[in-house]
């Protein structure tokens, strides 16, 4: 994945960048830890990985904020037009019923701002976020504001880091690994935690 990413950004410079990001956001688990820290060191002006593209650092900023919201569009778009639909005729395979969604959606109208805002600094989190705030329909203006105010940090430290590393930027990629293979195996230990209880307790009912 890392070598794709590089290899992307090497050929179409500002523009993988977008389109990766977009993609990340888009739930594809594309690590926008790579593609920011890559691009920001392509902006040091050395040549790296073989690459001696001079890319901008604002630019390369705002196109991988750009992405993240396009790409949070479109996966909030997809959950709130046919995503609550296919959970009501799914979901019952994985023990989620109608109250569980209206649950989630009387959250979302409630604490949406605040998972949106600390989902989008989270390993693993900030790729799926948008996808259940669009099923639970949480406004979209307030979806974009603090999708925007989520992102904007993690992205300017990725991509200022990037900078300031250059040519060790994947030194600092390999920090990330370990922090999202645990939150990872974290949410799969939780899901896997709530389907055990949940048919436990429709088994008792």
């Known amino acids: 994945m890392e070598h794709f990413i590089v290899s992307?950004?090497?050929?179409?410079?500002?523009?993988?960048?977008?389109?990766?990001?977009?993609?990340?956001?888009?739930?594809?688990?594309?690590?926008s830890e790579a593609i920011m820290l890559f691009g920001g060191a392509l902006t040091a002006g050395a040549t790296i990985a073989g690459v001696s593209a001079h890319l901008?650092?604002?630019?390369?900023?705002?196109?991988?904020?750009?992405?993240?919201?396009?790409?949070?569009?479109?996966?909030?778009?997809?959950?709130?037009?046919?995503?609550?639909?296919?959970?009501?005729?799914?979901?019952?395979?994985?023990?989620?019923?109608?109250?569980?969604?209206?649950?989630?959606?009387?959250?979302?109208?409630?604490?949406?701002?605040?998972a949106v805002l600390v989902g989008r600094v989270l390993p693993v989190v900030r790729t799926f976020i948008s996808f259940p705030a669009g099923v639970a329909e949480m406004p979209i203006l307030k979806f974009s504001l603090f999708t925007l105010l989520g992102s904007l940090p993690w992205i300017l430290a990725l991509a200022y880091s990037g900078n300031a590393v250059a040519g060790n930027w994947q030194s600092i990629a390999g920090y990330f690994t370990p922090i999202s293979?645990?939150?990872?195996?974290?949410?799969?230990?939780?899901?896997?935690?709530?389907?055990?209880?949940?048919?436990?307790?429709?088994?008792?009912?």
């Open 8 to 31: 992307e950004i090497s050929r179409h410079g500002y523009l993988a960048i977008f389109l990766l990001m977009t993609l990340e956001s888009a739930c594809i688990p594309i690590p």
């Open 56 to 114: 901008n650092l604002l630019t390369v900023s705002l196109l991988g904020l750009a992405g993240n919201l396009l790409g949070s569009g479109i996966a909030y778009a997809v959950g709130r037009t046919g995503g609550r639909a296919l959970v009501e005729k799914w979901g019952r395979y994985i023990l989620i019923s109608h109250k569980d969604l209206d649950r989630a959606e009387a959250y979302f109208a409630k604490r949406g701002e605040a």
């Open 181 to 205: 293979i645990v939150f990872g195996l974290a949410i799969v230990a939780a899901i896997v935690w709530w389907y055990v209880k949940r048919r436990r307790m429709l088994a008792a009912k």
